[in-house]
């Protein structure tokens, strides 16, 4: 089917041309065969690259551009929703409805607030967390949505977000009957059950746009599923970073996924000298360049030097310990094709699109905390092969398995390459999650009695697979622990929400957390310290990434608990009584340690190397725990303790920016972050005060303030600046930079 004979705004035809489009792939076909441009509901399953994104952009128009209407698309991940974001943004330009330009919203913070400015956009994009909070808050304009993507709507599955997803659907369905649902997916055994709770059409295909082949490599050979097999060269001892090369060498990228973060570094490492090799001059001179950018973002770490040494000769590593902004320069410049080799952690598969040649998956053994060492499941394996094979690059993708022995060969075959991936099932009935969606759906009003709060959870895709009386057992013991701990009450026989469960709820946070804070608050202490409230929300069950010591660390720890036991609102468990909780009780320690160290304006690396906290779990520790004390200031109004509100919101301040009190007013500025303001600071501009009075060549003259960001900061701040100072300071400027290129030309002619 061509493009030209969809039914289709012409304008919109125009775009897809220009970007290449002129004939579907056969999952689109089926889709648009099956309705999903006549408004109805669809679960389209099929690989990655097979399509999947250009139907949710055409079912998208047809609203917006024919009906009026307006859509929600949700995605499990931030980095995912800006890749949706930067996709829609092609068609910003076009007229909808009744006149305008097409609106386009990215969505994914703050989770206290019904963000009313999103009324005015057309297409939102969002996380799975965000639209759950715009439910909870009651958003108006949600009502309004005429068609909702859910994608990646397989990861119902997962214990973490799987709930999230869920109970957003069971609620966003309730609210609008007639909704229009489209969700994306990749293969999984049981769609046409996904496809029966949302009253949907299925559309389930293998087809992917470059075939796929799969096999295991023992002895320098890859024996693959359709029968074939091919000899490997030598050309490294390790047998995943010689597939690597191999591919490289043949004019391909590759990605190797590791079982762990230490491991992905080891193997990267492992491939840079050879890459670097392989590549032209041409291409070490722009890598030359691009480690150098990952060097100039962020502060320096001993894992950003790793990091930009490796991209020096074409190879990188991706874990969730790497800096977010160095994350996106890797993915930017692999999919550019200039890094050949990155070596990562099953998070890549799950996230955004970055499709190689050849994956290679090191290891089919993973730790689990708890668990010990398990093999992974067979649908996380078919998401990391998924990943094989670039469209218009690749003429087939290769995803391999590694075997030691011909026994594990045979096993890593059938069990893995031959097999088909689990059967997705729903995770809402584990109790921590459960709670929380329970007090949402009371506080927000979808629920007002037991008997609507029962059906409200029978429309469930958890009820849908075990029963409707399967449900209500654990939905009651999450009531009666709401009930019990005051978060709601009843009513005659209504069910209501108190206005500490009320605020509980729209603060997104657990009602264990709640409950703890509670406890906190309503006991008589004295005014607590920063310890002892950076103690309070490590103490929830909130805060994430969580903490674990390492043996070597526990003697400072102890020692840390002795010196502030009376600044902490809750006494440590007894090693003798209870050695596993005392252990966590020093780990939520260590979570407070490595915060308090960071609002001391201790450097990344430092955390790095005395915690061994990695840059990507330091912002996330930082943002969750920003996040928590801002909660913990709005309980805290709840509960009267007036007195605490300084403290609370000097320390989420501080927190966040990571400094010391007296930097608070220069952090407030845009563009200047935690070394810039103590460097103006130290050179003695302290106050917003001096900063106006401030001449531009003063504040050049700072290490790291260019002309640029001193012209930002006169003009936050309310500073004139003389004409002649500023053209003065700018021929100056350019004076320099004329100085620097000429001595790069002698250094490059020498």
């Known amino acids: 089917m061509l493009i030209d004979d969809l039914d289709i705004p012409p304008e919109v035809k125009e775009v897809l041309a220009k970007s290449g489009y002129r004939e579907l792939y056969p999952p689109q076909e089926m889709a648009v065969k099956k309705g999903a441009l006549e408004g109805r509901r669809l679960v389209l399953a099929s690989p990655t690259a097979s399509g999947k994104t250009l139907v949710s952009e055409l079912c998208a128009l047809k609203h917006i551009m024919e009906r009026g209407g307006k859509v929600l698309y949700l995605t499990p991940l931030r980095a995912l929703a800006a890749e949706k974001y930067a996709d829609f943004q092609k068609y910003r330009k076009l007229e909808k409805r009744g006149g305008g330009k097409i609106r386009v919203a990215l969505s994914t913070g703050d989770y206290d607030s019904s963000d009313p400015h999103l009324a005015r956009y057309d297409l939102i994009v969002t996380t799975n967390e965000k639209a759950d909070s715009l439910l909870r808050h009651r958003a108006e304009w949600m009502g309004s949505v005429s068609l909702l993507v859910a994608d990646e709507v397989h990861l119902l599955h997962e214990p973490d977000r799987g709930p999230t997803l869920e109970v957003t659907l069971t609620r966003l369905k309730q609210l609008s009957p007639q909704l229009q649902i489209l969700a994306l997916s990749a293969t999984i055994e049981n769609a046409e059950e996904i496809a029966e709770w949302l009253e949907a059409d299925c559309v389930a295909l293998d087809w992917r746009p470059v075939p796929l082949r799969e096999g295991v490599h023992l002895y320098d050979e890859v024996q693959f599923k359709d029968g074939g097999s091919r000899k490997v060269s030598r050309l490294h001892p390790n047998s995943a970073v010689n597939l690597a090369l191999q591919t490289v060498k043949e004019g391909g990228q590759a990605l190797i996924f590791a079982e762990a973060r230490r491991v992905a570094v080891n193997l990267a490492q492992k491939a840079v000298h050879p890459v670097k090799k392989l590549l032209s001059k041409s291409e070490l001179r722009v890598l030359k360049k691009i480690s150098e950018e990952i060097l100039s973002v962020g502060e320096r770490t001993q894992l950003s030097e790793t990091l930009s040494s490796m991209v020096e000769g074409g190879v990188a590593v991706h874990h969730a310990g790497i800096h977010a902004a160095h994350r996106k320069i890797v993915e930017d410049n692999f999919r550019r094709g200039l890094i050949k080799i990155v070596a990562a952690t099953p998070t890549l598969a799950a996230g955004v699109n970055l499709p190689a040649r050849t994956v290679v998956i090191n290891s089919y053994i993973r730790y689990e905390p708890g668990l010990g060492r398990t093999d992974i499941p067979v649908f996380e394996y078919k998401q990391m092969a998924g990943r094989a094979g670039r469209p218009l690059y690749d003429k087939e993708g290769e995803a391999i398995l590694l075997a030691s022995t011909p026994d594990e060969h045979e096993f890593l075959m059938e069990y893995y390459v031959c097999s088909k991936p689990e059967r997705i099932w729903s995770k809402l009935a584990v109790e921590r999650v459960l709670r929380s969606h329970v007090l949402a759906t009371i506080a927000s009003g979808f629920a007002k009695t037991e008997q609507g709060l029962s059906e409200f959870f029978n429309q469930t895709f958890y009820a849908h697979q075990y029963g409707e009386k399967i449900v209500q057992r654990p939905v009651g013991a999450a009531l009666n622990y709401l009930a019990e701990n005051e978060l709601v009450c009843y009513e005659a026989r209504r069910l209501e929400a108190t206005p500490f469960g009320k605020r509980t709820s729209e603060l997104y946070i657990d009602p ?210 003389k004409r002649k100072e500023l053209e003065a300071a700018r021929e100056a400027g350019v004076q320099e930079s004329l100085e620097a290129f000429a001595s790069d030309k002698k250094g490059g002619e020498n």
């Open 512 to 721: 264990v957390t709640a409950v703890v804070m509670k406890q906190a608050f309503l006991q008589e202490v004295k005014l607590p310290t920063e310890v002892g409230l950076l103690h309070l929300i490590a103490h929830t069950p909130d805060i994430l990434p969580r903490l674990y010591p390492y043996r070597r660390e526990m003697e400072s720890l102890e020692n840390f608990l002795r010196e502030h036991e009376r600044e902490l609102f809750f006494d440590p468990p007894s090693p003798q009584e209870d050695f596993v909780e005392y252990e966590d009780f020093l780990g939520e320690l260590k979570c407070v340690k490595v915060l308090h160290y960071w609002i001391q304006e201790a450097r990344e690396n430092d955390l790095l190397e005395f915690f061994r906290v990695e840059p990507g779990d330091l912002y996330r520790l930082v943002e969750r725990a920003e996040w928590l004390l801002y909660a913990a200031e709005e309980l805290a109004k709840l509960f009267k303790r007036k007195e605490l509100l300084p403290t609370l919101s000097q320390l989420r301040l501080r927190v966040k920016h990571g400094v010391k009190p007296e930097l608070l007013p220069l952090v407030a500025i845009p563009g200047v972050g935690r070394i810039r303001a103590r460097a103006l600071y130290n050179s003695g501009f302290k106050t917003v005060e001096d900063l106006k009075q401030a001449s531009l060549p003063q504040l050049t003259s700072v290490p790291g303030i260019g002309l640029k960001l001193a012209e930002g900061i006169k003009a936050h701040v309310g500073g004139l600046i």
